[in-house]
């Protein structure tokens, strides 16, 4: 059974750096496609960055440049380091995986963790 946690989330001042993490287990990250999401209060789940079974990278258009996806195969984690966070990047940051190549719907992914919020102060 998949299970997906996410972690790293919390208050960050404008301009400051967090680094997300997505513990898998039930499934191997270096064999799925991997992504990031993110919901803020009274708007819809949006694309932030992929990571594909061959380590390709995805990232929508608002964070290219500031945020990083990676992963750890051995810790069997996905990682979303974000940089020069601005105060329009709070959200609920959420991790998913799906079969295949990674997609910017959300409504592609099967898999979801509980999320993690962001916070960034003005």
């Known amino acids: 059974q998949v299970h997906l946690v996410e972690a790293g989330g919390g208050l960050v001042q404008t301009g400051g750096s967090l680094r997300l993490s997505c513990a898998a287990s039930?499934?191997?990250?270096?064999?799925?496609?991997m992504g990031w999401f993110r919901q803020a209060p009274g708007k819809e789940r949006e694309f932030v960055a992929a990571?594909?079974?061959?380590?390709?990278?995805f990232y929508d258009g608002f964070v290219k440049g500031r945020f990083i996806i990676s992963r750890d195969d051995v810790k069997n984690t996905v990682y979303l380091q974000m940089n020069s966070l601005k105060p329009e990047d709070t959200a609920v940051y959420y991790c998913?995986?799906?079969?295949?190549?990674?997609?910017?719907?959300?409504?592609?992914?099967?898999?979801w963790g509980q999320g993690t919020q962001v916070t960034v102060s003005s």
């Open positions: 039930g499934m191997s990250v270096s064999s799925y496609a």
């Open positions: 998913a995986v799906r079969e295949g190549s990674p997609q910017a719907s959300s409504t592609s992914y099967p898999y």
């Open positions: 990571i594909s079974w061959s380590g390709s990278t």
